[in-house]
């Protein structure tokens, strides 16, 4: 069995590996990452800063937020609001986001995206325009809950936090939640096939935890 270290990197070190590391990988279409982790690791922050180094490096990027592939407010909330199985097994529109994003960046895809396909904040479509990505083109993924489902991804980012971490850090609204996460960590393991993981109990101090 492989043994895994845990290498502590600054945030600023950790964007600079993590541009470095999407730059260089090769995909049959554009490559399309995952970044994936609970509200309180911030994955939309992370790959929010991984697109200005990557454009500086000429790749054209499409920063994707999950939030945006939201199912309707009447099919997500069906069981209730604050039900973590609906929030573990339903809340983002995977098909659409299937057939808007991944599909059209990976290998033979015309590389038309769409950004967004559902506004939660007024749960209507959010009527946003069609992108073309270049052939090298970089798309990211950035959202909760996203791997494991078998959403096709070149390569998937996991913002791994302890159960204690994740419930310190979580807000008290989102308390409810919790169970979910618990449940994703049991079934799905993101850690254990992850090709980036990265540790960040404290924001300030993030670890990569690679193989020994």
């Not at 990976?106 to 009527?127: E, Y």
């Amino acid at each position: 069995m492989v043994g895994m270290r845990v290498r502590p990197i600054s945030p600023e070190r950790l964007v600079t590996k993590l541009t470095e590391r999407l730059a260089t990988t090769e995909a049959p279409g554009r490559l399309r990452v995952a970044v994936d982790g609970a509200p309180a690791a911030a994955p939309e922050a992370l790959a929010a800063a991984l697109v200005d180094p990557l454009r500086a490096l000429g790749r054209p990027v499409l920063h994707v937020r999950a939030e945006g592939f939201l199912r309707p407010a009447s099919v997500r909330l069906e069981h209730g609001r604050n039900n973590p199985d609906s929030y573990y097994e339903g809340w983002v529109d995977e098909p659409g986001l299937r057939r808007e994003v991944l599909a059209p960046a990976g290998p033979g895809g015309s590389g038309r995206v769409l950004p967004s396909l559902w506004d939660p904040r007024t749960d209507r479509a959010s009527r946003a325009a069609y992108v073309t990505l270049p052939p090298d083109g970089i798309v990211l993924v950035s959202g909760t809950l996203l791997l494991g489902g078998g959403l096709p991804v070149d390569l998937a980012v996991h913002l791994a936090l302890s159960p204690a971490a994740l419930a310190r850090r979580t807000d008290p609204e989102l308390h409810w939640t919790l169970p979910a996460f618990a449940r994703y960590a049991e079934e799905v393991d993101p850690a254990g096939f992850a090709d980036v993981v990265v540790r960040l109990d404290d924001p300030r101090h993030p670890a990569l935890v690679e193989p020994d």
